[in-house]
């Protein structure tokens, strides 16, 4: 059978191929985590705006935040990559820290991750904002009543409590993300999607013929196995969390981007 | 230099042609990630162990594999091996594929939420398995996971841009608007009238999947 034929996955065990197409790989989980950090910080900004008392804040902030959670990701991405000024591309090519991995100093990934930032964010803040507006009113007056200025009440009661709900949910939106940063591809970035391409150009690697299907099969496993493990974590930070709480954990689901309705495996009532 | 209304009134044609590629293409794929998707979930809910297991792979697979690199194997991958697969084709089967699986665990959710004492009585009426999936549980399913379907197809819209700027090149709505933006050179403009596009169909959806949850709302 083509698929299984040894003669097609010679490739893998000769020469460097292997090797390079795991070198690509790795610039996307670069590529990921800044994403996945900065989402993060930018979610939660976006969260606080969008609950806060002022409808100063609150209604630009909603505004934003639809405008580009509902944009497709890659026509985001393909937008910056054209509008973006070159002058940003070069500040951003000498603001960029030495320490960096080599492939986040190039010029071109700044449109790539504005993009995945700013859907990502928006994505996350809504998460967030549900996770936070899911606790009951009481909480919050209580830590008012206790003499509690608003940062506070929001670092020591709110927070921790509606962020630990929106746990599966931003786990699956960090999935959605890893498995998006292929997009960069499309703008000219040498990821794991453009070197396994280079791969099946022929002769890359001398004499070995690295059938397309073959190759991108095995770029295929290498996402299943990061999102398995990401998908397994999230599952044990939750168990881990209902033991050390002692209580049922209260989920908020559904506005993820792909919803994965994770059911209750776990669940001992299940 | 022309504004943006000129924008949209000179170039027209090509927008509303890959408006309606968009649309098709979901549509389609559409249909395929509910068959198959729900397929997929009465696999995973069955009595039988293997099926369960073919269900999960299929859920594992397809739901942590990017769907560009999907597009590449069912594309690319598929024609080197010899398989003579169509743009067309290849874009809407990946599509729905990949939606599929998320499908089919919206709908487990939803098989779990009816309830372990209705499948019961089902079967100690004297109903098949099959009946009582497709009589008892799947209606239930179905109405519980109506806005778990909605965000889903709304992100299967937004997915399907992938399809138009990968290899497969489909004169989608982004394909059209990069066409248009390489012979006119205004990003901003053309790149604002896809948006709207985007939108019409993202918002449409959205108040569609809306008036279906209130309509099939079960009253009590």
């Known amino acids: 059978?083509?698929?299984?034929?040894?003669?097609?996955?010679?490739?893998?065990?000769?020469?460097?191929?292997?090797?390079?197409?795991?070198?690509?790989?790795?610039?996307?989980?670069?590529?990921?985590?800044?994403?996945?950090?900065?989402?993060?910080?930018?979610?939660?900004?976006?969260?606080?705006?969008?609950?806060?008392?002022?409808?100063?804040?609150?209604?630009?902030?909603?505004?934003?935040?639809?405008?580009?959670?509902?944009?497709?990701?890659?026509?985001?991405?393909?937008?910056?990559?054209?509008?973006?000024?070159?002058?940003?591309?070069?500040?951003?090519?000498?603001?960029?820290?030495?320490?960096?991995?080599?492939?986040?100093?190039?010029?071109?990934?700044?449109?790539?991750?504005?993009?995945?930032?700013?859907?990502?964010?928006?994505?996350?803040?809504?998460?967030?904002?549900?996770?936070?507006?899911?606790?009951?009113?009481?909480?919050?007056?209580?830590?008012?009543?206790?003499?509690?200025?608003?940062?506070?009440?929001?670092?020591?009661?709110?927070?921790?409590?509606?962020?630990?709900?929106?746990?599966?949910?931003?786990?699956?939106?960090?999935?959605?993300?890893?498995?998006?940063?292929?997009?960069?591809?499309?703008?000219?970035?040498?990821?794991?999607?453009?070197?396994?391409?280079?791969?099946?150009?022929?002769?890359?690697?001398?004499?070995?013929?690295?059938?397309?299907?073959?190759?991108?099969?095995?770029?295929?496993?290498?996402?299943?196995?990061?999102?398995?493990?990401?998908?397994?974590?999230?599952?044990?930070?939750?168990?881990?969390?209902?033991?050390?709480?002692?209580?049922?954990?209260?989920?908020?689901?559904?506005?993820?981007?792909?919803?994965?309705?994770?059911?209750?495996l776990a669940d001992p009532g299940r | 230099m022309s504004g943006l209304w000129e924008v949209l009134t000179e170039h027209l044609p090509e927008f509303s042609s890959g408006f309606f590629v968009t649309f098709r293409l979901v549509a389609v794929a559409f249909v395929i990630a509910i068959v198959v998707g729900t397929l997929v979930a009465a696999f995973r809910v069955a009595p039988v162990r293997w099926l369960n297991l073919i269900g999960g792979f299929y859920v594992e697979t397809f739901r942590n594999i990017p769907l560009l690199v999907l597009l590449f194997i069912a594309f690319a991958g598929l024609r080197r091996a010899g398989v003579p697969i169509s743009p067309w084709v290849a874009g809407t089967a990946s599509l729905g594929l990949y939606t599929a699986a998320y499908i089919a665990e919206a709908l487990r959710s939803g098989v779990f939420a009816v309830g372990k004492g209705q499948v019961d009585a089902a079967l100690s009426l004297g109903l098949t398995y099959p009946r009582t999936l497709r009589l008892i549980v799947l209606p239930q399913a179905f109405r519980t996971v109506i806005p778990a379907l909605g965000s889903l197809v709304i992100a299967m819209i937004k997915n399907s841009a992938i399809v138009g700027a990968s290899l497969l090149a489909l004169p989608d709505l982004l394909k059209e608007a990069r066409q248009i933006q390489s012979e006119t050179f205004q990003t901003t403009e053309v790149f604002f009238w896809a948006a709207v596009g985007y939108m019409i169909l993202t918002l449409s959806a959205t108040f569609a999947f809306r008036y279906f949850e209130r309509r099939f709302e079960i009253k009590r």
């Open chain 1, 1 to 264: 059978m083509y698929v299984i034929d040894p003669d097609n996955w010679e490739w893998v065990w000769s020469g460097n191929s292997l090797r390079f197409l795991f070198e690509g790989f790795l610039v996307n989980l670069e590529i990921a985590l800044l994403g996945i950090v900065l989402s993060l910080i930018f979610g939660l900004m976006l969260a606080l705006l969008r609950i806060s008392g002022s409808k100063l804040l609150s209604i630009p902030a909603g505004i934003w935040v639809d405008v580009w959670r509902n944009l497709p990701l890659i026509f985001i991405i393909l937008y910056l990559a054209l509008a973006v000024p070159s002058s940003w591309r070069e500040a951003y090519g000498n603001a960029i820290p030495d320490f960096f991995p080599e492939a986040l100093q190039n010029e071109l990934v700044l449109g790539a991750l504005l993009g995945l930032i700013l859907y990502n964010s928006a994505v996350l803040c809504e998460i967030m904002r549900s996770g936070i507006l899911s606790l009951d009113r009481g909480q919050q007056e209580a830590a008012a009543s206790l003499g509690l200025t608003y940062l506070q009440q929001m670092r020591f009661v709110i927070l921790p409590q509606g962020l630990r709900r929106m746990v599966p949910a931003t786990v699956s939106q960090l999935i959605t993300l890893n498995k998006d940063t292929t997009l960069v591809s499309i703008i000219a970035i040498q990821e794991v999607v453009r070197h396994g391409s280079s791969l099946t150009s022929a002769n890359f690697f001398g004499g070995v013929q690295a059938p397309i299907l073959q190759v991108f099969i095995m770029i295929g496993f290498f996402f299943i196995v990061v999102n398995f493990l990401l998908s397994r974590l999230s599952r044990r930070l939750e168990i881990r969390e209902r033991k050390r709480t002692g209580t049922t954990l209260k989920r908020v689901r559904g506005l993820e981007d792909q919803v994965a309705a994770e059911t209750d």
